[in-house]
């Protein structure tokens, strides 16, 4: 084969791959699905789009290998091909903060509306940990906890902190967190425990940053 021809070949192979997470709801569902898997009905509600949508997003996103199907029951569950397609998508929003002013234009201006003053990243949570009592809340459903969450973390999801919030000690630091950057049930969690007068910062990752960070500390 004459080297053109692979080189032709082979970026035919990966366009594949950034054709699939061209779009914005294919990238939101590949972040989803880095949390648990998820069935199309489920997935379809997260998004907030029709289930037939929703499914012929799937099917780009599993033609490129981005994502497997498991057969339970009746039902079918979407879930990654495996953390390197977590860590594609960390790797371009990463790329997309770093380089793109509006996108941290909007996360600011996001940021401020909700009057999040203060959060802190994983490196922070770790410093932060060292000086002062800290409780790391996991504010995800509790499936989401249950298929892998942050080493230590306890779980009291979103829905369930006003009714829960006794349960949660005041002599320390609550850090909230969810999904990620993007998800918001970490900021709404810390709104209702400061306004409760409880200590609490939205940690700005989540479990699956938290997860790839892991591994690679341990290679």
């Not at 199309?40 to 509600?45: F, R």
């Not at 990463?94 to 509006?102: C, D, K, P, T, Y």
């Not at 909007?106 to 401020?112: G, K, L, N, P």
């Amino acid at each position: 084969m004459a080297t053109s021809n692979l080189k032709e070949e082979v970026y035919q192979e990966l366009s594949r791959v950034t054709h699939a997470l061209s779009h914005p709801k294919r990238l939101e569902l590949v972040d989803l699905l880095s949390q648990k898997a998820f069935s199309v009905d489920e997935l379809s509600h997260e998004i907030n789009m029709t289930v037939a949508s929703t499914s012929q997003h799937l099917q780009v996103l599993k033609a490129a290998r981005l994502v497997t199907t498991q057969r339970e029951g009746n039902f079918i569950f979407y879930r990654i091909a495996d953390d390197s397609v977590a860590r594609l998508v960390l790797a371009v929003r990463e790329l997309g903060f770093s380089r793109n002013a509006e996108i941290n234009r909007i996360i600011t201006d996001f940021r401020a509306d909700k009057n999040i003053l203060e959060t802190i990243t994983l490196d922070d949570l770790l410093a932060k940990s060292k000086k002062e009592k800290i409780l790391l809340l996991d504010v995800r459903p509790e499936d989401e906890y249950q298929a892998g969450h942050i080493e230590g973390a306890v779980s009291i999801p979103v829905s369930q902190l006003k009714k829960r919030i006794g349960e949660l000690p005041k002599g320390k630091t609550i850090i909230a967190y969810c999904r990620g950057p993007l998800c918001v049930m970490s900021v709404e969690a810390v709104k209702i425990l400061q306004a409760k007068k409880y200590p609490a910062v939205q940690l700005e990752d989540g479990y699956m940053e938290w997860k790839l960070k892991q591994e690679e500390l341990s290679h």
